[in-house]
């Protein structure tokens, strides 16, 4: 398969990253300086079996065109709250891992995805995501590239046990408030499943070519923290009124509500060590980061300290990797599979290395002890960088052979 584009949102090319980086002196937009009104009687959590909603997904598990066992949705009935404001959710436990894989929407084809998500349903993974883009981000420009949310509100109906998401979102492409409504239908058609993963956006190139606005670094985050607030602000509350820099609302209302309570859980993708991170301490049920254990130790310390700034039990966020998978006894291979990483992804050869979940079955499985060791509970892996029926045969033998001593 021709790759189009480079990575999806928070796998930033080295100059994005430079840029992230100049900002990490930074200071987030703090939530005491923008105005959220939140009323007290409308502060209620609320319990998805209390909704009487059906979903398309409830309706195919009642015909009989799957056998019903969903994926365990994420509760907060009766909620509770650490000092920073989240909900606190449970989450897996260590010894737990889950798998997932994300489908970049470049050069694919509707019937190559659902083939796919369909097979590994099938097969016993956990979770499938999809990108957000546009267009390619070569400098050619060439190649078809798929809709996202579109796409993942056909594959809800269609694909009804897997766990779906988007892996991430760009905030840069859509208001916050139109993200949370469509959030909210797709979690209702899918019976409580989403996984909303949301980044700053770095691709500028897609931005010049539609027109799109793509401030600097330091606004991109500003406006992914003030994101958070809106959305969570709409999908808790029966009307929302909030005053930030970059958006506001006024009474607005977001009916109907999410299955999952008291709201989809929020992924944040990225690895910026003084901004991100904050964010994601701030607001986010799920962490998500382009790398293997060395990156998720590292980053995960100072996620920890983060939280501990806002009051947060950092065991409330869920941290996943995303690592790309080659089962082989030819070092030659992984070494090839790293050096395209590091063309396409603007990293050097090691850090590649690192992203690259290769080798035998015994060399995989350490790196994932390794994995799990470091904090991660979930692994991504990306249909990037391989060939389809290369990357499916390995797909299976890794679901069936390597992950079950993980589960």
Known sequence: MALQGLVHLHHLPAAARSDERRVESAVVTPASSVREIRPGSDSRRRCASSTGRRSTADTFCSAGLNDGRFYTRISACPSTANTAGIPVRSHEEESDMRFGLFTSMGAQTWSSVLDLWRHIEATGWDIACVTDHFMPGTKEREGAMLESWSTLTALAALVPRLRIGTIVLGNTYRHPAVVAKMAAQVDIISGGRLLLGLGAGWQENEH???????????????????????????????RSD???????????????????????????????????????????????????????ARKGAILDEHCAAVGRDPKTITRSANMALLITDKRDEVERLADTIATRMGRHAADARDTCLAGTHDQIREQLHQLRAAGAGVLFIPTLFRPPHELRRDLDRFIAEIAPAFR
């Open 242 to 296: 909030f005053t930030g820099r970059y958006y506001r609302l006024s009474d607005a209302p977001l009916d109907p509500k999410p299955v999952q309570t008291p709201y989809p859980e929020l992924m944040i993708g990225g690895g910026g060590e003084r901004v991100t991170l904050r964010i994601v301490a701030k607001h986010a049920d799920h962490w998500n980061v382009w790398g293997g254990p060395k990156v998720v």
């Open 208 to 238: 010049e070519a539609y027109g799109i606005p793509f401030p600097p670094m330091r606004e991109r985050l500003e406006r992914l923290d003030e994101a958070c607030h809106v959305m969570r602000s709409l999908w808790t509350q029966r």
